[in-house]
């Protein structure tokens, strides 16, 4: 190996779900992770996050489960929240994996591999692939951003844990709200496919999952019912949670994320992103 090799990775956050998309609808967002592996002759790990610095690392992890991480620093640096349910984990695994695919010019299948590690199919897809996919575990179908659409997200301070959220979930639903959630997802794929804003907004109903976690962010819940009346489209739980993602038009997001930030004061974070066409990206340096 040439030593001083570099490789600069850029991976999106994600939002998995979407409302009626449980575990097969996921959106790339424009709030990233950078990392940066370097050849410097000795293993090291720089980050200023609250993450470890050894081989415990995420990223590294990732990317030993295809080539050892001796001789190379990883710098680390991101936006994307460590917890809330926006994709950082599915970021750190496809960050280590494309560092190392790319160094070492495997042509690896970074999508089973990155499902495998991050145990989320859908984040991971959205995180590689950038735009909103439709993902079965396998295979993943991309389609772009409908132009003018937005999201504004609210981060609550409080964290609630993924396996916490898992266990609040029914392991069968009434059949019922199966096809409700199986309509309302074509709904929202129709809607997004035709930039359709008011069958886009019909679409983001949800019975199989944001009803059983109502109760671990009170809060967040109660922003999913008055999504529409604050002037945005509607409002679906990120991932697991307990961050909340408005959907709006981006006319709308300005005033949308001012009338939050008086809502929100002293429990959350408001932040404006953008919906995310371009996925992870390497490039050597």
């Known amino acids: 190996m040439t030593m001083g090799r570099r490789r600069l990775v850029r ?5 998995a779900n979407l409302g009626p998309g449980f575990d097969t609808l996921a959106a790339a967002l424009a709030i990233h992770l950078e990392l940066e592996v370097v050849e ?16 415990s690392n995420l990223v590294v992890r990732a990317f030993e489960r295809l080539h050892p991480a001796d001789r190379l620093e990883f710098r ?9 349910g926006l994709g950082s984990s599915a970021a750190a695994v ?8 790319h160094m070492f010019e495997l042509d690896a299948d970074l999508f089973a ?14 995180a590689l692939c950038g735009g909103f996919v439709i993902c079965d575990g396998e295979h993943v179908h991309r389609f772009e951003v409908p ?11 409080e964290a609630v844990g993924t396996e916490r959220a898992r266990a609040a979930l029914p392991a069968s639903v009434p059949l019922a709200d199966a096809v409700f959630n199986v309509a309302h997802a074509a709904m929202l794929v129709r809607g997004l496919a035709s930039g359709d804003w008011e069958l886009l907004a019909a679409g983001l109903g949800d019975r199989l999952h944001q009803p059983y976690r109502a109760h671990l962010y009170p809060r967040s819940a109660q922003l999913l019912e008055r999504a529409p009346e604050l002037g945005a489209l509607g409002a679906t739980i990120s991932g697991a949670g307990p961050t909340v993602m408005l959907w709006c038009y981006y006319e709308h997001t300005g005033a949308l994320v001012d009338q939050l930030g008086r809502e929100t004061l002293g429990w959350a974070t408001v932040r ?9 990206d390497v490039r050597e340096m």
């Not at 496809?94 to 695919?101: Q, T």
């Open 76 to 84: 680390i640096s991101s936006q994307i929240p460590l917890s809330g």
């Open 11 to 15: 991976v999106p956050a994600s939002s």
């Open 94 to 101: 496809v960050a280590g994996l494309m560092a190392a695919d």
């Open 113 to 126: 591999l990155a499902a495998e590690l991050e145990g989320h199919p859908d984040n991971a897809a959205a």
């Open 272 to 280: 404006r992103a953008a919906f995310e066409s371009q996925g992870a």
């Open 147 to 157: 132009m003018g659409l937005e999201a504004v997200l609210v981060i609550p301070f």
């Open 40 to 55: 410097t002759g000795q293993f090291a790990v720089a980050s200023s996050l609250p993450v470890p610095l050894d081989r």
